[in-house]
């Protein structure tokens, strides 16, 4: 079945970087458009960033444009996201998707 597993989220402090990765399987990956999300304490689910299928496409949300890339290995069946300087404000649980399919998430906590 199709399956979306994140990894890479932890505890980092403020202006510190984390590169997050979502390992895809149960579709042909490279055939289709992959997007983060993030999702804090009492807020709703946002859009940070979504890459084509090819990769020759991206765009971010206005809050981590400059400091998040996002990028895709279609041999590996793989989609990341390089964070760099991290604020507190990006402490959330951030979820890799395709369509209606969601992972599990990996919490990031930007802190000192």
């Known amino acids: 079945q199709v399956q979306l597993v994140e990894s890479g989220g932890g505890l980092v402090q403020p202006g510190g970087s984390l590169r997050l990765a979502c390992a895809a399987s149960g579709f042909t990956f490279r055939s289709y458009a992959m997007k983060w999300y993030r999702q804090a304490p009492g807020k709703e689910r946002e859009l940070v960033a979504s890459i084509t299928s090819t990769g020759g496409s991206t765009n971010y949300a206005d809050s981590v444009k400059g400091r998040f890339t996002i990028s895709r290995d279609n041999a590996k069946n793989t989609v990341y996201l390089q964070m760099n300087m991290l604020k507190p404000e990006d402490t959330a649980m951030y979820y890799c998707?395709?369509?209606?399919?969601w992972g599990q998430g990996t919490q990031v906590t930007v802190s000192s």
């Open positions: 998707n395709r369509l209606l399919v």
